[in-house]
C-alpha cells in the first residue's frame, strides 16, 4: 500500500512597501556529487491575499523532508534586501540565529550583458538565483546544451542600467 505524502504550508505578512520571496535549499544526491552542486536553490510557490493594506502570503513546501527542509528568506525593500534562514519542521518555521554559507552580490552594468555559464543537476535544479530585487521576480535563465561538457546549462541576460540582486548556496568551510 502507498503512503500519500502531504505539502506544507505557511503563512507571513509583509509589511507595506516589502515583497517577501522563499527559497528551499536542496542538497544533491550522493551519486551526483562529483558532477553537480552540493546545494541548489528552489523558489516556493505562494498565494497572496489582501489584508487591510499588508499583504499576506502562503508558502507550499511540496516535500517535507523528516529532518526538515532549509530554507532562504529574502524580504525586499526600498534600497534594501533583509536575508534570513529557516528550517519549516513539523509544523513549525524556525528563524535560525546563527549565519549559513549565503554568498550573494548586487549586479550592476552599463551594457546589456549575460550572466554566467551555471550548471543544472540532472532533475533541472540549479546553485544560483537571480532576483530583480523592484518586482522580487526571479529572472528566468536561457537553457542551452553545451556539447563539450555534455551538460544543461543557463544564462541570464540582464538589462542595462538596473540592478540585480544574485545568491547562491555553497558549503560551508
Not at 509589511?15 to 536553490?41: A, M, W
Not at 499583504?55 to 534600497?79: A, C, M
Not at 534586501?81 to 549586479?107: Q, W
Not at 537571480?130 to 541570464?156: R, S
Amino acid at each position: 500500500m502507498e503512503t500519500i505524502q502531504e505539502g506544507k504550508h505557511f503563512s507571513i505578512t509583509d509589511p507595506e512597501g516589502v515583497k517577501t520571496v522563499i527559497y528551499q535549499v536542496n542538497k544533491t544526491k550522493k551519486e551526483y556529487l562529483d558532477e553537480y552542486p552540493k546545494y541548489t536553490v528552489e523558489r516556493l510557490e505562494h498565494t497572496e491575499e489582501l489584508v487591510g493594506n499588508l499583504n499576506r502570503k502562503t508558502f507550499y513546501v511540496e516535500e517535507p523532508q523528516k529532518n526538515g527542509n532549509q530554507l532562504v528568506i529574502l524580504s525586499f525593500g526600498e534600497e534594501k534586501v533583509v536575508i534570513n534562514t529557516g528550517l519549516l519542521l513539523g509544523d513549525e518555521v524556525k528563524i535560525t540565529k546563527k549565519p549559513s554559507s549565503l554568498k550573494f552580490n548586487t549586479l550592476y552594468s552599463e551594457e546589456e550583458m549575460e550572466y554566467k555559464d551555471f550548471q543544472y543537476t540532472p532533475n533541472l535544479k540549479r546553485p544560483i538565483s537571480i532576483i530583480d530585487p523592484e518586482t522580487a521576480e526571479e529572472i528566468k535563465p536561457t537553457l542551452y546544451f553545451d556539447e563539450k561538457t555534455n551538460e544543461v546549462k543557463g544564462k541570464c541576460k540582464l538589462k542595462p542600467y538596473k540592478s540585480y540582486f544574485a545568491f547562491e548556496i555553497r558549503e560551508g568551510k
